[in-house]
C-alpha cells in the first residue's frame, strides 16, 4: 500500500532539513579547523653590535600552543637545497623544550659568542634560514633574512 502524500512531503521536507543542517555543521567545523591551524611567523633584528646582539622571534599564530624541541640557524642559497645549508647556530641539545603559548612570541637572542654575521658583504648572495623542530610535527625551515620585502 502507498503512503499519503502528506506523510511523503513530511519525510522529503525532513530529510532536507537534514541535508541542511549537516552542510551548516560540516562548514562551521571546517571553517574552525581553518582557524586553528598551524601558523607561525617570524621576526628579526640584527645588529652589528655583538653586545647588543641579534634577535629572531618566533610568534605563534595559533590557538593551539607549540613545544620547540630544537632549532638550528644556517645560510644558505635561495632554493635551501640540503647541499647549500650551512650550519651557524643550534639550541643546546641537553636544554629542555621551550613551549609557546597560543598567540605568544619567543625571542632567540644572538649576543656576546653566540652572534653571528648578516651583511650583504658577507652573506654574498646566501640567505639565513631557521629549522625549528616543533613536538609532533615535522621540521620547519623558513627564510629569515633577507625577507620578500627587502
Do not use: C
Given at each position: 500500500?502507498?503512503?499519503?502524500?502528506?506523510?511523503?512531503?513530511?519525510?522529503?521536507?525532513?530529510?532536507?532539513?537534514?541535508?541542511?543542517?549537516?552542510?551548516?555543521?560540516?562548514?562551521?567545523?571546517?571553517?574552525?579547523?581553518?582557524?586553528?591551524?598551524?601558523?607561525?611567523?617570524?621576526?628579526?633584528?640584527?645588529?652589528?653590535?655583538?653586545?647588543?646582539?641579534?634577535?629572531i622571534s618566533i610568534h605563534n599564530l595559533s590557538a593551539q600552543p607549540l613545544i620547540l624541541?630544537?632549532?638550528?640557524?644556517?645560510?644558505?642559497?635561495?632554493?635551501?637545497?640540503?647541499?647549500?645549508?650551512?650550519?651557524?647556530?643550534?639550541?643546546?641539545?641537553?636544554?629542555?623544550?621551550?613551549?609557546?603559548?597560543?598567540?605568544?612570541?619567543?625571542?632567540?637572542?644572538?649576543?656576546?659568542?653566540?652572534?653571528?654575521?648578516?651583511?650583504?658583504?658577507?652573506?654574498?648572495?646566501?640567505?639565513?634560514?631557521?629549522?625549528?623542530?616543533?613536538?609532533?610535527?615535522k621540521p620547519v625551515l623558513r627564510l629569515v633574512y633577507p625577507t620578500a620585502s627587502e
Amino acid at each position: 500500500m502507498d503512503a499519503p502524500a502528506s506523510t511523503s512531503a513530511f519525510a522529503l521536507a525532513l530529510s532536507s532539513w537534514g541535508a541542511v543542517v549537516s552542510t551548516a555543521l560540516a562548514g562551521i567545523k571546517a571553517w574552525e579547523v581553518w582557524r586553528d591551524r598551524f601558523r607561525i611567523e617570524l621576526d628579526y633584528s640584527f645588529t652589528t653590535s655583538a653586545d647588543r646582539g641579534n634577535r629572531i622571534s618566533i610568534h605563534n599564530l595559533s590557538a593551539q600552543p607549540l613545544i620547540l624541541s630544537h632549532w638550528e640557524l644556517l645560510y644558505g642559497d635561495r632554493k635551501a637545497s640540503k647541499r647549500s645549508l650551512e650550519h651557524v647556530d643550534s639550541g643546546d641539545f641537553d636544554s629542555p623544550p621551550r613551549a609557546i603559548a597560543s598567540h605568544a612570541t619567543l625571542d632567540l637572542h644572538f649576543d656576546e659568542e653566540r652572534h653571528f654575521a648578516w651583511g650583504a658583504e658577507f652573506l654574498k648572495g646566501r640567505f639565513v634560514y631557521i629549522r625549528m623542530h616543533f613536538a609532533g610535527r615535522k621540521p620547519v625551515l623558513r627564510l629569515v633574512y633577507p625577507t620578500a620585502s627587502e
